[in-house]
């Protein structure tokens, strides 16, 4: 666990860190899900999260998810997540 977040809202609130050593599991790096849609929606701004706003205790890794994303050429299919 570590204290604060830079670039989130929670600043100052203990959270926790992957033990991941940075890597992300290539199953969220194969295919876009609703979360990171809205993610990559919002520019990966944290106080318009919707999971941001629920403040849960953990470092959000979905901008490297997005990137990795991205990185892959895996493109968002709008089509998937709008009514």
Do not use: H
């Not at 992957?18 to 979360?35: A, D, K, Y």
């Not at 993610?39 to 998810?65: E, G, H």
Request: glycine fraction near 4%; proline fraction near 5%.
């Amino acid at each position: 666990m570590e204290k604060g977040c830079s670039n989130c809202p929670n600043k100052g609130a203990e959270v926790f860190v992957p033990q991941t050593n940075g890597s992300i599991s290539n199953s969220l790096i194969q295919n876009w899900t609703q979360q990171a849609f809205e993610c990559y929606s919002i520019n990966c701004d944290c106080a318009l999260c919707s999971i941001d706003r629920k403040k849960y205790s953990f470092v959000c890794q979905m901008p490297k998810v997005i990137k990795e994303l991205l990185k892959n050429n895996i493109q968002p299919d709008i089509s998937l997540f709008t009514g």
